[in-house]
């Protein structure tokens, strides 16, 4: 297990400064400390994306091929790198930290622009994509000056988004053929030579699953570009059409690689826009991906924005969804929702470096789901979701390492449960 957590988004730093010091406190121990759920992963995006309260990159000269102007942003230093600090310090386990781009600046792309769906100008061997790579280290690099060092990065966040020119917020295309011959060619090499990137966890696709085993397929069979990429980074957006086949493939196929889901959240979908307060039914789509994704293998699971609105941004692309953590900027506070608290049953009791074992559950108890680990500490965690609203389920849990012993626990409908007990007891 890689670790579990969320995204610092724009449109999460401006919520957070609406709150009080002591607030802004409270809602980070919340996520990040030993008193709340333990986040030990974040994400951070690579200048603006649609969680941004503008559109904006760090080189906005044009044919500044030498990046003489590059530099953060107030949203960097206001939004993103003293929220991050601060987590930093109150993560008991520490913080893995993965950094994603939407978008090259507008005038290294084919449509002039950083929203909307276009590759980058030129061939792969050209200066276009030679000075994207550049600005990706170079954002490392800089962070880095500010204390912050990141344990990983995507290549780009949903390439295949970028086939849309009309894309109402930042995208960026590559095929998976693409992907591959930039990190082989360019990027791989360049990250391996820089001291900002030479340790750097790469990670490919960061996109719906549908596209896997096939995305993994073309990266992977390239020796020369797998020696770059450790995993796979997976969406959740399509989940609930595309089998969970799709992954347990991509570890057969590929078993030397991780996959980590990298972006979730609800209220998305059409005619369900926006937060929905204290909706349990959004809770329980978040534990049921949590769990088909770990018994897929998938080592990690991480939410999108810290926290919103009421209204589910603010964001210039008006993309509102839900999040965790509600703020209500007028009264100076913040709602946990629901969603929170699953959160918490994961990221809490399922360190870093937890190793997932079998399980088997009664196929009787058809809306009965759960997932097992073995901890670090010699400890078995047991996370059970009851799907079903009418039946409470009496489980008799036998540990394998602990045979003729059991443990009793009843599981009300709609509900769900973290069990844990040490491996020899």
């Not at 009496?394 to 709609?414: M, Q, S, T």
Request: net charge negative; hydrophobic share 40%; glycine share 6%.
């Amino acid at each position: 297990m890689i670790g579990f957590g969320a995204a610092f988004t724009d449109s999460a730093g401006f919520n957070l400064n609406t709150l009080t010091p002591d607030a802004q406190k409270l809602l980070l121990e919340s996520y990040f400390s030993d008193k709340g759920l333990e986040y030990s992963t974040g994400r951070v995006p690579i200048a603006s994306c649609d969680f941004s309260l503008k559109e904006y990159s760090y080189l906005d000269t044009p044919n500044d091929f030498e990046l003489n102007t590059f530099s953060l942003t107030s949203e960097d230093f206001d939004y993103k790198i003293p929220f991050i600090k601060q987590a930093q310090k109150m993560a008991p386990d520490g913080l893995n930290l993965f950094a994603s781009s939407w978008s090259a600046p507008g005038w290294m792309k084919t449509n002039g622009k950083m929203v909307g769906g276009a590759p980058l100008k030129g061939e792969l061997d050209g200066k276009y994509y030679t000075t994207w790579a550049q600005y990706l280290i170079r954002f490392l690099e800089e962070y880095r000056k500010s204390g912050i060092n990141f344990w990983g990065m995507t290549v780009q966040n949903e390439p295949s988004s970028g086939l849309d020119p009309d894309y109402a917020w930042q995208t960026m295309y590559l095929s998976a053929e693409m992907e591959r011959d930039f990190v082989k060619q360019i990027l791989g090499p360049m990250l391996r030579n820089s001291s900002a990137g030479k340790d750097i966890t790469l990670m490919c696709m960061d996109d719906q699953r549908f596209l896997l085993p096939t995305w993994a397929d073309t990266v992977f069979a390239d020796p020369d570009a797998s020696q770059y990429i450790a995993g796979v980074a997976v969406h959740w957006y399509e989940d609930y059409i595309t089998p969970s086949h799709n992954l347990l493939w991509t570890h057969e196929r590929h078993p030397d690689k991780f996959i980590l889901a990298t972006e979730a959240c609800n209220g998305y979908l059409p005619l369900m826009h926006g937060p929905i307060l204290g909706d349990w039914s959004r809770a329980d789509a978040y534990a049921h991906d949590i769990i088909q994704d770990l018994n897929n293998y998938v080592a990690g699971w991480t939410d999108w924005n810290l926290c919103l609105d009421m209204e589910g941004g603010p964001n210039f692309a008006k993309n509102f969804v839900d999040a965790p953590i509600l703020v209500n900027a007028e009264k100076g506070e913040f709602y946990k929702q629901p969603m929170f608290y699953i959160m918490g049953h994961f990221s809490k009791f399922i360190k870093p470096h937890s190793a997932r074992i079998g399980l088997n559950i009664d196929p009787n108890a058809k809306l009965l789901e759960g997932v097992a680990v073995s901890t670090m500490k010699n400890q078995r965690v047991l996370v059970v979701n009851n799907r079903d609203s009418d039946v409470t389920y009496r489980l008799k849990i036998e540990d394998a390492a602990n045979v003729g012993k059991f443990l009793y626990v009843d599981v009300e409908p709609h509900s769900i449960h973290s069990i844990i007990w040490n491996k020899e007891q």
